[in-house]
Structure formats: C-alpha cells, structure tokens
C-alpha cells in the first residue's frame, strides 16, 4: 500500500496525499508488477521456443514417408501446443510428420459445447486420416489431443471405417467425461489409448468445465482429472479392450522435471513429449516406418 504521507522537502512538513491519489498510485504499481510478470513470461517462451522449427519442416515428403503425428489443441486454439510436443518429438529422434490439426472456431465457450460441429471435424479428421493412410499404408498414425481436442480425435477414431486403425492416440488434460464409452474408438487403436491426467487441474478442468460442461456434453468428472472409469454396463468384450488398450497416466511429482506442474498445459512441454510420449510413438513405430 502506498502510504497516506509524505515528507516534503522544502518545509520539512508531512504532507497528507488524498486518498483518490494514494488508490490511483496502487492501480499503478500493480499494473507495473503484470508488465514485469508478463515481460518474463515472455522472456520464458522464448527460451522454450528456441530452436523449434517452422511446422512446414515438420511435414516433409520424406518424413510423410515414415509415419504421421496429428496434434489438436484445446478449445480456442490458443495455446503453441503443436510446437512444443514437435519439439519434444523431434529432440526424441522421431523422424515423421508432424501436422497441426486446426479445428477451433476461435471461441473457447463454443468449441468446448457444440458436440455437432465437433463431430462434424472429427468426421473430416477421420477422412484426412483414412487419405494418409491409403497413400502411405502400414505406415505409423498416432493423434495428440489436448483438452477439447482430445474430444476431436477420440470421435475421429470412432469415425474410421472399419479395419482402418491408428497406432496410438495421447489425451493431455481431456475434457471428456470420464464416463465417456471409449470402446467405439478402442476398436481402431492398434496399439493404446495414453490418457494423462492431474488431480491438480482444477482451474480449468475442474472450475471451467464444471460451467460448460464436458466435450461430449455431461457435466460429469473430466477423464483429465481422475481418468477414464468402466462403463457401469461394460460387456466383457469392452472389459477387455479397457484393460488390454487404456493406459493411464496421472500426474506424478517426478514429471515436475519435465516442465509439468500437474496444471492444464503442464503435459505440453517440449521435455514432457520428449520423455514421456516419444518413447510411445518410437515403441509403435518399430519395424513399421523406413529410417
């Protein structure tokens, strides 16, 4: 607080500022703090930037020719999540395509509750899929989704026609229900479903999608929170493709060194992708993409 007082130095009396001046004053220095607070997270970005490359670089003719990585961000489309992970990707060695799946609307509110237009993305996801795969068959096909977006890819797996799978998808922070059936999309998984989730985000998935509502439109628990639950109804044939394809993974104090705070962005990281999805995609990819 900026005192009522000050000493001035002609007269050497006290002089008593007015308290409109001493709030004004406040408002100041408080902006003055977010400048230098925004100055340096500036400053942070940069410095994990570094060295990404251009996302034209990350898709290559020959890297189409040795697998492909889908990344879709959250709702808005606001956050750098597809330079990150390619980052994190391409230190790891992967020498695929990397794509940026663009899908949002530019409206948060919107991307996360129009469950029509979303299907209606996923639908034209599945067919830029099913288009990579016809030109470059057996070759790896993994989809990241963060947040809203891993609504997208799970409707988009469910979206294939049958026979036609991807090797793996990663949900970061998924706003989906953790009631959400997944066994439509397990079907065309070859390899698993990773799922990442954190107790510790409750900014966005807990208080902001306790507003809106999940991606598939309930107001239950989102899987990025506590993670996917069995259907109360499961068949033994789901039973099975949960517990042979679903991998969990909550958030642990340990992935602290790779960048993740256990918040909503925290699974983005260029260290995180490096350490914690690379080795995925690469286990996938053996004996299946050309070097």
């Not at 925004?38 to 040795?66: K, M, Q, V, W």
């Not at 985000?201 to 639950?229: C, E, Q, S, W, Y």
């Not at 060194?257 to 918040?263: E, K, S, T, V």
């Not at 909503?264 to 053996?286: E, N, R």
Request: aromatic fraction near 8%.
């Amino acid at each position: 607080m900026v005192p009522n007082k000050i000493q001035d130095p002609i007269s050497n009396h006290q002089v008593r500022i007015p308290f409109f001046l001493t709030w004004r004053l406040d408002i100041g220095r408080w902006l003055l703090d977010i400048r230098c607070f925004s100055l340096l997270c500036g400053i942070f970005l940069l410095a994990i930037t570094a060295g990404c490359s251009p996302a034209s670089s990350y898709a290559a003719s020959d890297r189409l020719e040795r697998g492909l990585v889908v990344v879709l961000d959250g709702a808005g489309g606001i956050t750098d999540t597809f330079n990150y992970i390619a980052k994190g990707l391409n230190d790891a060695g992967i020498n695929q395509a990397f794509e940026p799946y663009v899908w949002s609307a530019h409206d948060v509110f919107q991307d996360q509750i129009d469950l029509r237009r979303n299907r209606e993305i996923a639908a034209d996801l599945a067919n830029f899929i099913l288009s990579y795969h016809q030109e470059y068959p057996d070759r790896p096909i993994h989809l990241v989704g963060l947040s809203a977006g891993s609504g997208i890819v799970i409707f988009a797996a469910e979206a294939l026609p049958p026979g036609v799978k991807v090797d793996g998808i990663f949900l970061l922070g998924s706003s989906l229900s953790s009631a959400y059936d997944l066994a439509p999309a397990l079907h065309h998984v070859r390899n698993q479903i990773t799922n990442f989730s954190s107790l510790a985000d409750v900014a966005i998935l807990g208080a902001g999608v306790a507003v809106t509502g999940t991606v598939d439109r309930t107001h239950r628990l989102p899987a990025g929170i506590a993670g996917f639950k069995l259907p109360a109804d499961a068949s033994t044939a789901t039973r099975q493709l949960y517990q042979a394809k679903l991998v969990e993974v909550p958030w642990k104090p340990t992935f602290v060194i790779y960048g993740d705070l256990g918040n909503h962005l925290g699974a983005t990281t260029p260290a995180f992708a490096q350490h914690m999805i690379a080795p995925v995609i690469l286990a996938d990819s053996a004996g299946k993409a050309p070097k």
